[in-house]
Nanobody, 127 residues
Framework: QLRLVESGGGLVQPGGSLRLSCSAS????????IAWFRQPPGKDREGVAC????????YYADSVQGRFTISADKAKNAFHLQMNTLKPEDTAVYYC????????????????????WGEGTLVTVSS
């Protein structure tokens, strides 16, 4: 059973940066697709970024393309979401997730593809 714990959320001004981290127990990096999702206030949860190591590919939602970067730190059993040029509409609870399923690629930003979830960390972008 993989356990995921997020950290790094907080309050940041528009235009600022924030780095979220997700620590994983018993994490063999190449066995899992990893992803970040977010749920803005009053809205559904949506996929933000994912990384599929066995395909060596990353995918991003259009709304964050060019501003967010997902990465994995195999040595520390962790993965990260670097968020730059933050906007008020990026305000949300951010969740890290991992999938033990074999994913094709385009499906990695869907909730149903994930098998493990963290509890979330709040990111607020406001002046």
């Amino acid at each position: 059973q993989l356990r995921l714990v997020e950290s790094g959320g907080g309050l940041v001004q528009p235009g600022g940066s924030l780095r979220l981290s997700c620590s994983a127990s018993d994490f063999t990096a190449n066995d899992y697709a990893i992803a970040w999702f977010r749920q803005p206030p009053g809205k559904d949860r949506e996929g933000v970024a994912c990384l599929i190591p066995y395909h060596e590919t990353t995918y991003y939602a259009d709304s964050v393309q060019g501003r967010f970067t997902i990465s994995a730190d195999k040595a520390k059993n962790a993965f990260h979401l670097q968020m730059n040029t933050l906007k008020p509409e990026d305000t949300a609870v951010y969740y890290c997730a991992a999938s033990a399923r074999y994913l094709l690629g385009w499906d990695c930003l869907t909730e149903t593809a994930m098998t493990y979830w963290g509890e979330g960390t709040l990111v607020t972008v406001s002046s």
